[in-house]
């Protein structure tokens, strides 16, 4: 098994840089770089029908993932996260309904499969110290996966992150720096903090590797449920934007590669108090307007401005998917429902994936007898139910524009 990655582009202005050192954005234009694989390559050396011998996890797909070297993986032992049947509320929609849930990974999120690949990756060209700017599971997964690696790491938090979250960040033994205001202000703060400390940056899109991370969830998808299968539809919690952008990637490859011949489309769900997203595709935007006064109960949903939003927009139109809003009661009632329902415990953003789909099938997004993969991005059991009740009727929507 070897990589067949060749190097990295940026789709924004076609620069194209070398993939044998750390790099952040395009040195042209400031957007996101990602990948290429030799895909031939890829063809030549596998086919889905070897990976069932190989040991289950994101591992198993090595030839279209980053790390040269078998040696520098950092793992914690991550396996292919289940794939549950869901009887819908509404039967009457006839949609055939699955959750995929990711809370099984280590540190309790998808956000471990950002992490495995980028702080692997990051190690192998050299780097020595890591940071990260975070609304807490892409922190608590750097600090468990630097750990691992035992390379020093610091995590730039809101204030009001949970302080399990960042008890949990310290013991693990990463440096936690709080901030007030969003994940943005988060990242302009690490980013002014760290120059010239030498640590480097694995921000959401700002380095290209944790996509490649993320982009396993969609050929675990195409593992698990084979080609003919594959859901016609994925929905899935939106904040930064690396999870939809790896999912199309994947499926894109998978396209390339033949293995499959459609791609699902991939709708996208923001919280009503802060959806920069679903606001520029209702208005045909190529990019984000930063959200004013953003406030949501999914911390990870908190995402006011962000970064490289061409390629997020450009993931979810390319798949021919859309997006909705929910509220943020409808985000606590889905929590609720799906761990009386279906007994699941499921976060506040995966939450709101689940919470969407009545405005999906409202809005003919969704067409009834389809099969829909609602994607379950982290565990509910760190969260109460209660709390956030409590936050959301003490605080409100325009708190951290107050602050
Ligand atoms: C549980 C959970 N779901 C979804 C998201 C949003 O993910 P993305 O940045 O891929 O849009 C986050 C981000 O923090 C998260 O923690
Ligand atoms: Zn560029």
Request: hydrophobic fraction near 40%.
């Amino acid at each position: 098994m070897r990589s067949f990655l060749t190097g990295l582009e940026c789709r924004g202005c076609c620069t194209a840089v070398a993939a044998d050192r750390l790099v952040g954005p395009c040195p042209t234009c400031g957007q996101a770089l990602l990948a290429s694989y030799d895909l031939g390559g890829v063809r030549g050396a596998t086919s889905p029908k070897d990976w069932s011998g190989r040991p289950t996890g994101l591992w198993r797909y090595r030839e279209l993932l980053p790390v040269q070297d078998a040696a520098h993986i950092v793992s914690l032992g991550e396996l292919a996260t289940p794939i549950l049947r869901l009887v819908p509320k509404d039967p009457s929609t006839g949609a055939e309904l699955w959750g995929k849930d990711d809370g099984r990974l280590p540190t309790g999120s998808f956000k471990a499969r950002g992490m495995a690949v980028a702080v692997s990756r990051a190690l192998e060209l050299g780097a020595a110290s890591l940071f990260v700017p975070s609304a807490g599971n892409a922190a608590l997964a750097l600090s468990a996966y630097a750990a691992r690696a035992r390379v020093p790491a610091r995590v730039y938090l809101p204030t009001d992150t949970s302080n399990m979250i960042q008890e949990a960040c310290r013991t693990y033994g990463a440096q936690v720096v709080t901030v007030p205001g969003s994940i943005s202000d988060a990242g302009r703060l690490a980013r002014e903090k760290e120059v010239g400390r030498g640590s480097f940056d694995l921000s959401t899109l700002r380095e290209p590797y944790r996509v490649e991370g993320k982009k396993t969830m969609a050929l675990e998808i195409f593992d698990q449920m084979g080609p003919e299968d594959l859901p016609d539809v994925i929905v899935y919690p939106t904040g930064g934007g690396t999870g939809i952008v790896g999912m199309f990637k994947g499926f894109n490859e998978l396209l390339e590669l033949g293995w499959i011949d459609r791609v699902p489309r991939l709708m996208s769900v923001q919280s009503e108090g802060c959806a920069p997203l679903i606001r520029a595709l209702r208005n045909d935007e190529p990019r984000i307007v930063p959200w004013d006064r953003p406030w949501t109960v999914a911390p990870g949903l908190l995402v006011p401005a962000p970064f490289s939003s061409e390629r997020v927009l450009e993931a979810i139109r390319g798949s021919k998917g859309n997006g909705v809003t929910v509220t943020d009661d409808q985000i606590l009632c889905a929590m609720g429902d799906l761990a009386r329902d279906h007994g699941l415990s499921v976060s506040p953003e995966a939450a709101a994936a689940y919470a969407g789909l009545g405005a999906l099938f409202a809005h003919q997004m969704i067409r009834s007898s389809e099969r829909v993969l609602v994607y379950f991005t982290g565990t509910g059991l760190p969260f109460r139910v209660s709390e956030l009740s409590r936050d959301l009727r003490s605080a409100g929507p325009g708190r951290p524009g107050d602050r």
